[in-house]
């Protein structure tokens, strides 16, 4: 039955459409990564659990960051405090983030984001 279910795909199990991988490879290559993530020291894997749930929790603060801006919006009643608070919750978890992943790298790269130059008031008059 296998024969008859690739010779009507019109391709075998070596050679796989342009983009996709057979499952075989995908598993492959999941086994070896898991087996490389066992052989790392005890800091780095408490360092990838400590990204992991930094990374998720920056996911979440950003999503509850734009629903509570479009709530507002469509309310017409935008609170900047209170999106102020907010973003400053989701930079401190992005600086935190960070500096995991520069231990990650082993203290490679900048310390700090590059800082953006400031920007001019909105309505045109000096700060």
């Keep these: 039955m296998t024969g008859i279910w690739r010779r009507l795909r019109g391709w075998g199990a070596s050679a796989a459409p342009d983009g996709l991988q057979p499952a075989s490879k995908l598993a492959a290559r999941a086994r070896r990564e898991a087996a490389a993530a ?3 020291p005890a800091y780095d894997r408490e360092l990838l659990a400590e990204r992991d749930r930094l990374t998720e929790r920056f996911t979440l603060l950003q999503a509850d960051l734009g629903g509570v801006f ?3 919006a469509i309310r017409d009643h935008v609170r900047m405090e209170v999106l102020t608070a907010k973003a400053a919750e989701l930079q401190r ?3 935190a983030l960070e500096a995991v992943e520069r231990a990650l790298r082993g203290g490679i ?3 700090q984001p590059p800082t953006a130059p400031a920007q ?5 008059s000096a700060p």
């Design 38 to 40: 066992q052989a790392a």
């Design 70 to 72: 479009y709530e507002m």
């Design 93 to 95: 978890v992005d600086q």
């Design 109 to 111: 790269g900048p310390a």
């Design 120 to 124: 001019p008031p909105l309505n045109g």
